[in-house]
């Protein structure tokens, strides 16, 4: 009976530290989501897209169009929906992502890096890959709900998806491909064109 209580014991104490770590883990914050930028003019929707994470603008206060872009075919575009964080891969440092931030104000695009100061809080640095040690950093807030007054991302141009929402996936199959994540995607495929 000894024995019997001392496995039931040794088990339940198992079950619940693997529970505990389960749901640590699980609720561990991510830098996934939609962040309202240091000046309150947009919000940049963040996705890990393969294993990268890529951000898109998904609001703005006033329409903004890309009038700085150097390429041609971009400029003048709306900012709704372009990628302006693009590729950050996993850094060095844990829960640090690198990568590139275009600029549209100058058409430039910077090195960056983000991370979470808090499960509320972004931090974006953004660097010269041309001037040492020339930096700075934001602070983004998580948004919890979208504006009132949101408009939609504009459609796909081959996407059989009109809104700009993402599909369901498949019972069975693979999950569906999130908005930012098809935005990337098309993108790149329109710049290797």
Not at 75 to 83: N, S
Not at 103 to 123: F, H, P, R, V
Not at 130 to 137: D, E, K, V, Y
Request: proline share 8%.
């Amino acid at each position: 009976m000894k024995r019997l209580f001392a496995t039931a014991t040794i088990v339940t104490l198992a079950s619940a530290t693997a529970f505990a770590a389960a749901t640590a883990f699980a609720a561990e914050p991510s830098v996934i989501g939609d962040w309202l930028v240091k000046d309150g003019y947009a919000n940049i929707r963040i996705d890990n897209c393969n294993g990268k994470m890529w951000g898109i603008v998904a609001w703005e206060k006033a329409p903004g169009f890309d009038k700085q872009n150097p390429d041609p075919a971009k400029k003048g575009r709306p900012l709704l929906g372009t990628a302006v964080l693009m590729g950050l891969a996993p850094d060095k440092e844990p829960g640090h992502w690198t990568g590139d931030i275009y600029n549209s104000n100058d058409g430039g695009m910077y090195g960056a890096t983000i991370s979470l100061a808090d499960e509320n809080t972004l931090d974006l640095k953004g660097f010269s890959k041309f001037i040492p040690l020339g930096s700075q950093t934001q602070q983004w807030t998580r948004v919890k709900t979208p504006p009132a007054n949101a408009a939609p991302l504009p459609p796909l141009k081959g996407a059989a998806n009109p809104q700009g929402k993402q599909a369901p996936a498949k019972q069975g199959g693979a999950p569906a491909v999130s908005d930012t994540c098809q935005r990337v995607a098309e993108e790149q495929a329109n710049s290797k064109k």
